[in-house]
């Protein structure tokens, strides 16, 4: 390759499009160092120095929107509307985990600095997945991500099931990074030595079998993220055992950074094969409906309730990828923006309610409204938008999936969509039953009013406020996905890449 | 580097290959955790060897250097601290799962297997490059700039994520209400209270 001078070489990197990461790892650093001199006595600032630097790489998001080249770092990275949406998506979903866990920290009496480190450092990998579009990046930002996801998920390291689920998540986490990258191997042998996405679709194009084992593979790799079944075995375990506040962030922030990934590394280096990708994520959406939400309705504890919903949720989202169309997409991150309130809004629920009491039986949860209305309400919004009922974001989110749906002709993911729709209706319905109908639960009538004012509830109070609001209002403003069509209709290799008509029926 | 000939490395390509593969089964079926440590490191010198071959000598080198000096002797490190001769416990059906596993992994290695020998390669025709740790150099600072810097980011947290792990914490026997301890990360922190003012003062002040 040719010698560039050193400023041609940094006018053509175009650093200015990850910006939000800068700010990220500037914040991290920043807590680390607080952490390290002042120590303890400040350990209450640190989730406002975190929150305040996901703000403000939030903010550096806007300014990328209209930016016209968006190749950066030689390609390496790109910053086009469709990252930047997932890279927002993410921010948020951290946003809300340090709210949440702030009190949790403090309860479980374990070290806080350390927790937003590597809670931001997962957000950074998360946001660099969503944007990477050259082989070697993807694979890095991947285990930035997964690496941070074990060490949070083993963090209450004195519980053993915190333990278990990180051992279990690291294990077989390493398993399916081995398979994405023997994947990636072959992609890499049968290009001829290229590592960017958008130069591997052509050189593949005509090679047949061997590709389509690099596309399975990739795949395969890509669904440990999503949690598609058959891939989902570690969610169940995982989200039992790990930190709740955790779980949070696994369910949405990883889960979307997933997708990301999906979307780019599909339409830029298997254009030609979209027949087959179609089809196998239709198998994986199908599935993953039906398992998530049958066995959703045996759960006795919520957290693992909550994880094989969220196998069910990742099966509606996957819908949006099996038909490959413009608005299957804008519907995907439309929903994932309504999914990470609602889900949160769960979450945080769940974390209130088992910092008071202890347990996250669903049985305990019996007669909480004549205790604590306001928890109630939360939950119950929640988990009736998880349900898809109007006029909460949820039923919009799921309606314009699967319009999306009809449109592009599969019946079949739209038909299974729907039936598993109406089954989930019964368990989430029966946790708000509970808690409004019967009568109080012997760990509720222990229940005292909540104190907002002690340590690090407040910051619980303002996340159940926010994904609340947004819970209820979200549905209704449609300039939001008309903004998601847009991000659509901006992102290059969307447009370009040949879109093929879905697969009107699914085996 | 002075280049072997044709046949010099054809023939070490093959020995190479028979070591590698003798040495990785030895690390699955030894019965021992110390032979099929030892034999790892063996595999990943024979790999280095292989990448030799490949003209990659900074490779072979880090190849080495890392996981026979590092990797391999932090697992020797692992097995000598936990010391433990776990008896075999008798799994049910073992001969027929063993079967099962034995055909999923040969049907899984004639499909890689075929795929491999049928796949029309590219091959490179450009000149093997004689300064490779320049080269590994000027892609670092180029093309692979971002995930360069980003590793860094995953080493630090990598760092941060093993001393939280490492660190030693107390584990109080009992509770005040008499539970056992730890049940649920969500225990309230006021049970742990009276148990951290037993402790011995040093113990105290690292948390």
């Known amino acids: ?507 | 580097m002075p280049s072997l000939g044709t046949g010099v490395q054809f023939v070490s390509f093959f020995i190479l290959s028979a070591l590698i593969i003798g040495a990785s089964l030895g690390v699955v079926l030894a019965p021992n955790m110390l032979y099929a440590a030892f034999l790892l490191g063996f595999t990943f010198i024979c790999l280095s060897g292989i990448y030799l071959l490949l003209n990659a000598d900074f490779v072979a080198a880090a190849q080495i250097l890392i996981y026979v000096g590092a990797v391999n002797v932090l697992i020797l490190f692992a097995i000598m601290l936990v010391n433990r001769q776990a008896p075999e416990t008798p799994v049910p059906l073992k001969k027929i799962r063993d079967g099962i596993g034995g055909i999923v992994c040969f049907g899984l290695f004639s499909l890689i297997a075929t795929t491999v020998v049928r796949t029309p390669w590219p091959y490179s025709t450009e000149a093997p490059v004689t300064n490779t740790t320049l080269k590994i150099g000027e892609q670092f600072f180029t093309n692979y700039l971002l995930p360069f810097e980003v590793s860094s980011v995953l080493l630090l947290m990598a760092l941060v994520g093993a001393i939280m792990l490492a660190r030693r914490e107390f584990v109080p026997d009992q509770t005040v209400t008499g539970d056992e301890p730890l049940v649920l990360p969500e225990r309230s922190r006021e049970d742990l209270e009276p148990a951290l003012k037993k402790l011995p003062v040093s113990t105290a002040s690292e948390e």
């Not at chain 1, 990197?13 to 607080?34: C, D, S």
């Not at chain 1, 749906?405 to 969509?417: D, P």
Request: aromatic share 12%; charged share 10%; hydrophobic share 50%.
């Open chain 1, 1 to 507: 390759m040719e010698v560039l001078s050193t400023a041609d070489l940094i006018e053509s990197l175009n650093l200015g499009l990850l910006a939000p990461e800068y700010i990220v790892t500037g914040t991290l650093i920043i807590l680390l160092l607080v952490d390290l001199i002042w120590g303890r006595p400040v350990a209450n600032k640190l989730p406002w120095i975190g929150l305040l630097g996901l703000g403000l790489a939030s903010l550096a998001l806007i300014p990328i929107w209209s930016v016209s080249n968006t190749d950066s770092f030689l390609g390496a990275f790109t910053g086009d509307p469709l990252g930047l949406l997932f890279r927002g998506i993410i921010l948020i979903s951290a946003a809300v985990t340090i709210l949440m866990s702030e009190r949790y920290i403090y309860q479980s009496g374990t070290a806080p600095a350390e927790f937003f480190v590597i809670l931001l450092t997962a957000t950074l990998g998360g946001m660099l997945l969503s944007g990477s579009s050259e082989m070697v990046m993807i694979f890095v930002a991947l285990e930035t991500l997964s690496i941070a996801s074990y060490l949070l998920s083993g963090y209450t390291k004195l519980d053993v099931r915190s333990n278990e689920a990180a051992l279990k998540y690291l294990l077989l986490g390493a398993a399916s990074s081995a398979i994405f990258l023997y994947g990636m191997s072959l992609l890499y042998g049968l290009s001829g030595g290229e590592t960017k996405l958008t130069e591997i679709a052509p050189k593949i194009a005509t090679m047949g079998f061997p590709s389509i084992l690099a596309l399975v593979l990739v795949i395969a790799g890509i669904s440990f993220k999503l949690a598609a079944v058959p891939f989902h075995q570690w969610t169940p375990d995982v989200y039992q055992g790990a930190p709740t506040p955790v779980v949070g962030f696994l369910s949405v922030g990883s889960k979307a950074a997933g997708f990301a990934l999906a979307i780019r590394f599909m339409t830029s280096a298997f254009p030609d094969f979209a027949t087959q990708w179609h089809t196998i994520f239709a198998v994986l959406g199908i599935l993953s409906m039906i398992l998530g939400n049958v066995v959703a309705i045996a759960q006795t504890s919520m957290k693992r309730m909550l994880a094989y919903s969220s196998i069910a949720q990742a099966g509606y989202v996957m819908i949006g990828l099996a038909i490959g169309t413009p608005d299957g997409y804008a519907s995907m991150i439309y929903y994932m923006l309504i999914y990470l309130f609602m889900n949160m809004g769960a979450f945080l629920g769940v974390v209130l309610f088992g910092l008071k009491t202890g347990t996250d039986e669903i049985s305990a949860y019996a007669g909480l409204y004549q205790k604590d209305p306001f928890l109630t309400l939360c939950l119950s919004l929640c988990l009736f938008s998880l349900a898809g009922f109007p006029p909460l974001a949820g039923f919009f989110g799921k309606l314009y999936l699967f319009w999306a749906g009809i449109q592009a002709g599969a019946y079949t993911l739209v038909f299974v969509g729907l039936v598993t729709s109406v089954a989930s209706i019964y368990y989430y319905v029966r946790v708000v039953k509970l808690m409004v109908v019967k009568e109080p639960s012997e760990v509720v009538q222990k229940y005292t009013p909540t104190d907002w004012t002690l340590p690090g509830m407040r910051s619980l109070q303002i996340g159940l406020v926010f994904t609340l609001v947004n819970t209820v209002a979200l549905g209704l403003a449609s300039p939001i996905l008309n903004f998601t069509k847009d991000s659509i209709q901006n992102t290059p290799i969307l447009t370009t890449a040949p879109l093929a008509k879905a697969e009107k029926n699914a085996p």
